[in-house]
């Protein structure tokens, strides 16, 4: 498998995004708490490059940016990518939607443009190919040790702030005229908010990460609730991989490709980083394509709960 195999979608912005990249997002350890696997990352994206990946989806939130731009700059200099041939997104934290800061106690003055800078910083790049505002919902933060945290109060719940995503937009189309990010984008967004940016926007947005895949198509972006299933056991995905002797994985990694869907499969394994990327040597028929429509279920298997409650939390209309 070469990069060029893999199928690129053109944005609005006109940038081409391979429908395959690689997922970097936090890793959780064996008592169960978040935190970023950062040898790991690095390793998955030097190997995930060498064998043909171009695309590769990071967060300031993730805290694995600065390993992720070791990598990148580890094989630039090996002359196996030049710049031009990766596309590098990252996302805007929660609680860095204020563009302007007169009612935040806080010395940065542009949250948004301290934090793509920060970011770049970390990735030691000149630019971002994408860069997503990471959730609707906005936070107030506090900064201490160079780190930027939620406020809480007394009871530890964080306080929202209520920043008009419009004007968060205008900052981020500022970074495009800047040349610091070359798209810029909205992830978990619902309709409602995307039609808001829409309407008050010089720059579209060119994309809108969600969690997304057969059990979760979201033909109109809608989603109701979570259920305990595993969707690699799927007996109709069982079925179509044996029949092609792919695994399930590769199945159903494919069939979002074919529904025109970018795909970012996390993985810091080797096996699974290389598995995920050889589905484009076998095709499925119309009538599994049909049978795997079948599965969607508007079941999320992300949900944001620990954010249900904010007034922007977009998973309630
Ligand atoms: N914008 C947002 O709010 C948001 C939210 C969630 C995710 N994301 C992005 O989307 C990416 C993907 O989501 P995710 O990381 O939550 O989950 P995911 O990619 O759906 O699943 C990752 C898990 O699947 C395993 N895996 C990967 N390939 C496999 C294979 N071929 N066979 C068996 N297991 C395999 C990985 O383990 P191994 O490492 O052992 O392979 C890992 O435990 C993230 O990394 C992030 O970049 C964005």
């Known amino acids: 498998m070469t990069a060029n195999a893999v199928p690129h979608v053109k944005l609005s912005s006109g940038l081409h995004l391979p429908m395959m990249g690689l997922g970097t997002s936090q890793f959780v350890n064996h008592q169960g708490a978040s935190v970023p696997n950062l040898k790991g990352t690095r390793e ?10 171009r695309h590769v ?3 300031y939130s993730y ?3 600065a390993e992720i731009g070791t990598a990148i700059r580890n094989k630039i200099q090996q002359g196996v990518i030049k710049r031009e041939d990766l596309i590098v997104t990252t996302k805007l934290f929660h609680n860095l ?10 010395r940065t003055p542009d949250l948004v443009l301290g934090s793509i800078k920060k970011s770049l910083k970390n990735l030691q790049l000149d630019y971002v190919d994408l860069y997503l505002i990471h959730a609707p919902m906005s936070y107030q933060f506090i900064v201490s040790d160079e780190k930027i945290g939620y406020v809480t109060d007394a009871n530890g719940n964080r306080l929202y702030d209520t920043v008009d995503h419009a004007d968060t ?7 495009v005229d800047l040349g610091l990010a070359k798209s810029i984008g909205v992830s978990n967004f619902n309709i409602r908010q995307l039609q808001h940016l829409l309407d008050n926007c010089r720059i579209k947005p060119a994309v809108n990460q ?3 895949h057969a059990y979760l198509m979201q033909p109109q972006l809608w989603n109701k609730t979570k259920e305990e299933l595993v969707l690699t056991e799927d007996p109709i995905v069982g079925e179509v991989a044996k029949r092609h002797s792919k695994s399930p994985t590769q199945v159903l990694i494919r069939y979002m490709i074919e529904r025109g869907r970018v795909v970012i499969p996390r993985s810091t394994n ?3 980083i290389k598995e995920n990327f050889e589905i484009f040597d076998f095709e499925m028929s119309k009538s599994e394509m049909s049978k795997l429509d079948g599965l969607d279920r508007n079941l999320r298997f992300f949900p944001f709960t620990q954010f249900k409650d904010a007034p922007q939390f977009p998973f309630n209309d």
Do not use: Q, S
Request: cysteine-free.
């Open 169 to 175: 937009w205008k900052a981020l189309e500022e970074l």
């Open 44 to 53: 998955a994206v030097e190997y995930a490059i060498d064998i043909g990946y």
């Open 57 to 59: 989806d990071t967060a």
């Open 97 to 106: 939607h204020r563009a302007d800061v007169n009612n935040v106690d806080f």
């Open 63 to 65: 805290g694995n940016e």
């Open 270 to 272: 080797p096996v699974h």
């Open 210 to 212: 969600v969690e997304n």
